[in-house]
């Protein structure tokens, strides 16, 4: 993929290719929470203020797991990186719910969730930051 720079200067961010694993798409139809919590803590605090939440099956990528998910719209994929928590919400359920991000960032510390809906013609963002 090349950018539009106009330019092949390997420093210019716009003209090199993604690295593998690198989540490439026109538009976004997504939320996305990170906590400075663990995978766990996240589960079991999400879990005391929805429907129980559980873990399945572990994914090989993201964008695979996007690919695949024609019929599966309410599943949530989440990880864990540096002790750090991260949920892609596909249903901006969780994402969008900012007064329960609130109430979850007291036992967890910083919370920042945000999402856009720019495909379907009726364009939307929101974004949540709590401690």
């Given amino acids: 993929m090349r950018g ?11 003209t090199r290719e993604p ?6 798409i026109m538009g976004m139809h997504h939320g996305l ?3 400075t919590a663990s995978q766990d ?5 999400l879990n005391r203020h929805v429907s129980r939440l559980s873990a399945g099956a ?20 989440m990880g864990e ?19 329960m991000l609130v109430r979850m960032s007291a036992s967890l510390g910083l919370i920042v969730a945000g999402g856009a809906e720019t495909t379907s013609g009726s364009p939307r963002s929101s974004m949540t930051v709590s401690h």
Wanted: a negative charge; aromatic letters at 6%.
């Fill in 58 to 77: 572990p994914i090989d990528s993201l964008p695979s797991w996007i690919g695949g998910m024609q019929g599966r719209a309410s599943e949530l994929a």
């Fill in 4 to 14: 539009t720079s106009g330019t092949d200067d390997e420093s210019c961010p716009l």
């Fill in 41 to 45: 803590d996240l589960l079991g605090e």
């Fill in 19 to 24: 690295p593998l694993g690198i989540l490439v």
């Fill in 81 to 99: 990186h540096n002790k750090r928590a991260y949920l892609f919400d596909p249903t901006f359920l969780l994402s969008g719910s900012p007064d």
């Fill in 33 to 35: 929470i990170a906590a």
